[in-house]
């Protein structure tokens, strides 16, 4: 197979496609962090729960707007119950049991979703709207994942209008410097904590439902996810935002034109892009020294 | 050695009411009768190899405070190495399980030389990659490895221990012969744990700053306590392949990785005993909650969120607490 200029450019968009994946599930993990230092453990999970449950929408209603919508929501109220119910218990006592304690919600959600929808995994079709490819007058690419890549930078652009210019951005940022001051202020610290748990679930829900055309579904869908955003986050640098999106980008570009050069070693180039930056710059691209130790 | 000054006297690092000699001597007693009071040899036997592999996690997670959540390498690789040897060279099966407890050793000081550039949290998110990492080798290398089917076909054949024949394929005999490996690397962890190199890895999880500021060499501490930990957990991946005669790929998996948390905080962490009795709990309960259904994660999973929530000592940890004065 001859290796052209057009498709390496195509494998690029499919690369920044898994990319945009990426970073939707690294920012609510590196949000989650940054604001409760809790290392979501079940933020795979929630992004499997968002997959099966737009798919589920979708197959009563047929629209793949409900079927986001119903994604975003279920995750993040499984979310927001996992914060109020399981983790809040646990701050003050040490970072461990928080993550140990999400592991075990993991192990929970997935088993439900065997349960529920069966083991073999379920699919979903692209409207047709969204199907077929789009010329950009140097090469031809796929519809889905050009929308998938610009919507998520519209996302991230919101988010970050969000957090830098708005009164909820500033109680955020406030929090994640010194919440005892923030509280002291008066500012409900529970309350945002709880949003956020919510809100980055919600991300990761959102991710699994646009991710589930490309890929399908299976209960076991989150856990490699999950491995990936943690790549991602440590690339970038923990708790940087702009960190997860330039690593989440970057990463899936990497892994996605390692799948063209050399197919066999496509799953082993994000570690290997991991050891590299760490034996560099050990605390990630964008991180801080100091911020976990 | 100046570290008997800087930590509480030895009493306690073992055990509070066992002490350390009498924590092994009820490990050993516990792993030596465990065949006779299962109903199935094979059970016992899995219940050896994760105990062993919780207890090797355990001095990392337990004693030193480090979390590592990528420990299914060490595993994995002390198992795939002893299949391979076998496989490949027709090496006799008790120097492949010496080999693969090396092989075990040697993963730990890759995750040394990686890892522990970063710390706490970061460490944990550094060793899950660097696990699954050793999981997209197997699979990538499947014309060695054997893929997702696993690593098949090796035997392990009868030994002579003076003039005495040991047929590894009898079940009693062969939990006997992995209960003697398990017995060498116990009291092998349990002199490490009352040397000062032991008292070192305490007083970094009760104090990282402090252990420092006393002018102990932290990182070759850890260094040292994940080589070591990797020797006691690929001895038992070795085992583990001697035990079901193949090596299947979840060796490996992130999952196994998990279930050596789980085990540990479920009998009691920094606990000599604890381990081996959270091993036994959780072969148990997926044991038994398989034969009524399929989702006994599910079951599992609710079990470890107690655990976590309510009972963070563990039972065995808890057991012994409650004694203490």
Redesign the interface.
Known sequence: MDITLDLVLQQAVTGLALGAVYVLVAVGLSLIFGLLTVVNFAHGAFFMVGAYAGIATHEYTGSFLAAGVAAVVVSALIGAFSERVLVRPLYGRGIDYPLLLTFGISYVLVDAARILFGRQGLSIDLPEALQGGIDLGFGYFPLYRMLLVAGTLVLLALLWLGIERTRWGLIIRAGARDPLILRVLGVDVSRVWLAIFAFGAGLAGLAGILAAPLRGATPEMGDGVLVSAFVVTVVGGMGSLAGAVVAGFGLGVAVSLTTLFAPAFSDLAMFVFMAIVLLVRPNGLFGRAGLLS | MSVAQTVPAPTGLLARRFGPVGSLALALVFLAVLPLVLPYTSLAGTVLVMGLFAAGYNLVFGYAGI?SLGHAAMFGGGAYTTGLLMLKLGLSWPLAVVAGAVAGALVGIVFAA??L??????F???T???G??GY??A??FADVTGGDNGLRGFVAAPIEIGGLVLDPAQPMVRYYLMFGFAAVALAGLARVLVSPFGMVLRAMRENLPRARACGLDVRGAKALALALSGLVCGLAGSLYAIHLSTVPVDTLG?HLS?QA?MMT?LGGMGTFFGPLLGAALFVGAEHLVSDVTE?W??V???L??GF??FC?KGVWGTFEGARQP
């Open positions: 979390l990686l890892a550039r970063t710390r706490g949290i970061y944990a998110m550094v899950l990659a660097l699954q990492c997209q080798l699979i990538t992130y998990g948390v905080l989702y994660q599910t599992v999973g609710i470890f969120i976590v929530l963070p």
